[in-house]
C-alpha cells in the first residue's frame, strides 16, 4: 500500500518546513535545471508519458459521473425536504431565504469531507502533514491506491464534478463566480490526473488544506443570515458571524497562504525531483497547483476588502455580492414587494420595479 511506506523513513531525516525564500531559491533552480536537462520535452514525449503513466479504468470514470450526478440529486432533495423548509421556519429575508440552502449544503459538505482527510492525515499512519516529502516516498508508476484515499477521491472528485455545474445553474451569481468556475476546473484536473499518475498522497494534503476555510466561510455566512431573521436583531448571531470571519481570515492565509506553499510546493516542485527523477508531468502538476496559489491570493485581496469594511462598518456582509446603485433605497423596495408576494410562496425570485428579474435579492444578469 502506498500511502503507507513512509514508515520505513527514519523520524530523524525529516526535512523542516522551509521559508518562503528557500521555497522561492530552490524551487525556481530545481525547476530551471529540470526544463534544461528535458531535451526531449514536447508533444510526443507527452503524450507517450500519458499511455505509459495513466492507470484509471472506463469504471473508475462511470462511478465518478454517478456520483457527481447524485450529489446535484442530493442537493435538490435537502434543498427542497430541509434547507427550504427551515429558511421559511426562521423567517428569514427574502434575499437571505434565497441563499440560505446554497451556504448549508456547502457547510454539511465540506464538514464531512474535511474531518474525513483530518483522520487520514491524523489519526492514521500517514505522515504525509509533518513530513511532506515523504508524499514522493516509494513512489511507483501504477502503483496501487490504498481504499481509504481512493474512496475520499471519489467524493471529492464528483463533488467538484458536481460544483461546476452547480456554479453556473444553481448558485447565486457572484463577483468571482467566473474565477469559482476555473477554480472548479483546475481543482478536478488536478484531482482527476493525480489520481491516474498515482501522486494521490500529496492531493489529500491539498484537500485538507482547502477545505477548512469552505467550513468557516459558509458558516459565517448562515449566521449572516440568521442574525436578520424576523426582520430583527440577533446578537448571537451576530456574534458567530464575528467569530467566524475572524477565523476564516487567519486559517486561509495560515493554511493556504502559508502552508500549502511551504508544505505542498515546496514537496512538489524541490522533494519530487529527489524522490523521482523523472518523474511524469512534473511541469503540468506544478503548474496547475501554482495556478491555484494565484487563485488563493486573488481570494485573499477579497478578504482585505472584507476586513477593511469591517473595520470601518462594524458590519459583516459578503463582499463578493453584487449591490445596488442604491442600496438602501433597493433593500427598501425589496422589502415591501417580498411582503406583497409573500402569499405567492417565491422565496427571492421576482420581478423588481424596473421591470428587471431579480435572484438572490439584487437585480442582474448572469456573465460567465
Given at each position: 500500500m502506498s500511502g503507507q511506506s513512509t514508515d520505513d523513513a527514519p523520524a530523524a531525516e525529516v526535512e523542516p518546513m522551509p521559508a518562503y525564500l528557500d521555497l522561492m531559491s530552490r524551487a525556481s533552480t530545481v525547476m530551471l535545471g529540470a526544463w534544461r536537462d528535458c531535451s526531449s520535452c514536447?508533444?510526443?514525449l507527452s503524450k507517450r508519458t500519458l499511455l505509459d503513466n495513466a492507470y484509471i479504468t472506463w469504471t473508475e470514470i462511470a462511478l465518478f459521473l454517478f456520483s457527481a450526478f447524485l450529489w446535484t440529486q442530493v442537493r435538490r432533495g435537502l434543498t427542497e425536504s430541509l434547507f427550504q423548509p427551515l429558511a421559511q421556519w426562521c423567517r428569514l429575508l427574502p434575499k437571505d431565504a434565497a441563499k440560505m440552502p446554497e451556504s448549508a449544503w456547502k457547510l454539511v459538505f465540506y464538514t464531512m469531507s474535511w474531518s474525513y482527510s483530518t483522520y487520514l492525515l491524523f489519526f492514521t499512519s500517514y505522515s504525509f502533514f509533518h513530513d511532506p516529502p515523504s508524499v514522493f516516498y516509494n513512489w511507483q508508476s501504477g502503483m496501487s491506491v490504498p481504499a481509504d484515499i481512493a474512496i475520499a477521491y471519489l467524493i471529492q472528485g464528483s463533488f467538484y464534478g458536481h460544483s461546476i455545474y452547480a456554479t453556473v445553474y444553481m448558485d447565486a451569481w457572484r463577483k468571482d463566480s467566473a474565477v469559482m468556475v476555473v477554480h472548479h476546473i483546475i481543482t478536478l484536473a488536478l484531482?482527476?490526473?493525480?489520481?491516474?499518475?498515482?501522486?494521490h498522497n500529496v492531493g489529500i494534503l491539498v484537500l485538507f488544506l482547502h477545505d477548512i476555510n469552505d467550513?468557516?466561510?459558509?458558516f459565517?455566512?448562515?449566521?449572516?443570515?440568521?442574525?436578520?431573521?424576523?426582520g430583527g436583531y440577533h446578537l448571537l448571531n451576530d456574534v458567530?458571524?464575528?467569530?467566524?470571519?475572524v477565523s476564516f481570515s487567519i486559517t486561509w492565509f495560515w493554511f493556504r497562504l502559508y502552508w500549502f506553499p511551504l508544505k505542498v510546493l515546496y514537496a512538489t516542485c524541490v522533494s519530487s525531483l529527489q524522490s523521482v527523477p523523472n518523474i511524469p508531468f512534473y511541469f503540468f502538476f506544478n503548474t496547475l497547483l501554482l495556478a491555484l496559489l494565484l487563485m488563493n491570493i486573488y481570494w485573499f485581496l477579497f478578504i482585505v476588502v472584507f476586513?477593511?469594511?469591517?473595520?470601518?462598518m462594524k458590519e459583516v456582509n459578503d463582499v463578493r455580492e453584487y449591490e445596488d446603485e442604491d442600496g438602501s433605497k433597493a433593500a427598501a423596495g425589496l422589502h415591501r414587494e417580498a411582503r406583497a408576494e409573500n402569499n405567492d410562496g417565491d422565496a427571492g425570485h421576482h420581478?423588481?420595479?424596473?421591470?428587471?428579474?431579480?435572484?438572490?435579492g439584487v437585480t442582474k444578469e448572469k456573465h460567465l
Open positions: 514536447g508533444l510526443e484531482i482527476s490526473f493525480s489520481y491516474a499518475f498515482r501522486y467550513i468557516q466561510l459558509e459565517t455566512k448562515l449566521n449572516i443570515y440568521m442574525k436578520t431573521r424576523e458567530l458571524s464575528n467569530m467566524g470571519s476586513v477593511v469594511k469591517v473595520l470601518k420581478i423588481s420595479a424596473q421591470g428587471k428579474p431579480v435572484q438572490n
